[in-house]
């Protein structure tokens, strides 16, 4: 029993620790489940307690994912400017289980707005107030159908309209589509372990939001593909 309880106590002391003193760019061993957590380290901040609920435990590229549940505590109205940054870094896994050295990933545009990498966002309470969906019969704009379900007021429905509360989705089943991936950026990506920091900071700095993700990464390969399917972008050799 005395050796069972020493054994449990290392286990629990070897667990990575998710908050804000997890190091990321220092993976130590392969990532076998997706993780989502609050890495912010600002005690001030305004998004807190962050938690995603997925539909599977790993990314398949080009595919699909579901976010199920969706909850985070807002600590105070938000003010913008938010500028939005994203960091991404990749590790492969070698033979006998090891992980190579973790690079950081560049930033590879996708569009004008968007990228995958390690990419600089600009403004997020503007890039919200700028993609509002337009209505054709109104002939306006009008609230995210997310920020609805989320009871944030139509009229506010970019920053400003975050105030101090819980903000939660249940069995929100939010489909993320990346099945649409250019051949080229899945040579970017291929296939590894990825860690992923998501950061949002005022005008003066100060981290607003923080949210870490680990994730594995793989290859879909259509089995009814006869050409040999795709592989990190590039065809398959046929056998």
């Known amino acids: 029993m005395f050796v069972f309880l020493l054994a449990t106590i290392a286990a629990v002391s070897a667990q990575t620790v998710y908050d804000s003193t997890y190091q990321f760019g220092n993976l130590q061993a392969p990532i076998d489940r997706a993780v989502v957590f609050d890495c912010g380290s600002n005690p001030d901040r305004a998004f807190k307690n962050w938690n995603f609920v997925f539909d599977r435990t790993d990314l398949e590229l080009p595919g699909t ?6 909850d985070v505590d807002v600590t105070k109205q938000v003010v913008g400017p938010l500028y939005g940054r994203v960091e991404a870094w990749r590790g492969f896994v070698l033979l006998g289980g090891l992980i190579s050295p973790t690079i950081q990933v560049p930033c590879l545009p996708i569009d004008p707005l968007y990228g995958v990498g390690t990419c600089e966002y600009g403004d997020i ?3 919200l107030a700028d993609g509002k969906p337009f209505d054709a019969l109104t ?8 920020s609805v379900l989320l009871s944030i007021p139509q009229d506010k429905c970019g920053c400003d309209g975050l105030a101090p509360k819980h903000y939660g989705i249940k069995d929100w089943n939010k489909l993320i589509d990346l099945s649409g991936l250019e051949s080229g950026i899945l040579t970017f990506l291929a296939s590894g ?11 003066n700095g100060d981290e607003q939001a923080c949210i870490g993700v680990r994730v594995p990464v793989t290859e879909f390969v259509d089995p009814n593909d006869t050409s040999g399917g795709w592989l990190f972008g590039r065809k398959k050799r046929s056998n």
């Open 193 to 203: 372990d990825y860690e992923i920091r998501a950061t949002a900071t005022d005008a």
């Open 65 to 70: 994912f579901t976010i199920i549940d969706f």
């Open 125 to 127: 309470c503007q890039i």
């Open 139 to 146: 002939n306006s704009t009008v609230c995210y159908e997310d």
